[in-house]
């Protein structure tokens, strides 16, 4: 299986995030996307999974564009990871409270014990500080794309083993330990400079 990312462009807020981004990741290979804080990378993992729009350039997998009419297959192919903070946020947020911004960015797509998101079949796996739970690996087990959000260092094996496997891994930080692990390694430009993220293949 193969994701590519093809002179994708990023604009928030008037503001140009990501100019010209172009990367494959391919199964059996584990992605690092790394950059300082405010390069983007949470930004990319959306837009990857069509939660914020790119402004120009393509996504694909296997030559599948993501388009409005492919998202909902997309999506099922993919596991999610969310950050530690957002997950110690989602979880700070009581009973009939409205949920966190960036979770309820999820709802209904994929969130584990929601109703509505077990309705729909649509799963997400929220990591713990060390690892993930064992019923979140159990959806990551069926999932052939798997983003993770500044996952904790406790989860490279799990990652590892997952890339291994042949499955599309990419993952967001800037964690010593994952820019080490990493088999292709893509290192976005500090936004002011808008300058074109640089793709290294390590091994």
Excluded at 6 to 32: E, F, H, P, Y
Excluded at 37 to 56: D, E, N, Y
Excluded at 84 to 106: K, M
Excluded at 135 to 145: C, D, P, W
Aim: glycine letters at 8%.
């Amino acid at each position: 299986m193969m994701l590519e990312l093809k002179n994708v462009t990023l604009v928030v807020d008037g503001s140009t995030l990501i100019a010209n981004l172009s990367m494959i990741a391919q199964g059996g290979r584990l992605l690092c996307v790394t950059g300082n804080a405010g390069s983007g990378k949470t930004m990319l993992a959306r837009a990857i999974m069509g939660f914020v729009p790119i402004a120009s350039g393509f996504i694909s997998i296997d030559g599948e564009l993501l388009t409005p009419l492919s998202l909902r297959s997309f999506r099922r192919m993919m596991g999610y990871i969310p950050a530690v903070s957002a997950v110690v946020e989602s979880a700070a947020v009581g009973e009939g409270s409205s949920p966190a911004p960036f979770v309820a960015d999820l709802e209904g797509v994929w969130a584990p014990g929601d109703a509505t998101a077990e309705a729909t079949g649509d799963t997400v796996s929220r990591s713990a500080k060390t690892a993930p739970e064992p019923f979140a690996l159990s959806v990551l087990a069926s999932k052939q794309v798997i983003i993770a959000d500044d996952p904790a260092p406790g989860l490279l094996p799990t990652l590892q083993d997952m890339s291994a496997s042949g499955r599309v891994v990419i993952v967001m930080s800037r964690r010593q330990e994952y820019l080490t692990a990493a088999q292709q390694l893509v290192t976005l430009a500090p936004s002011p400079q808008h300058t074109a993220p640089l793709e290294t293949d390590l091994f």
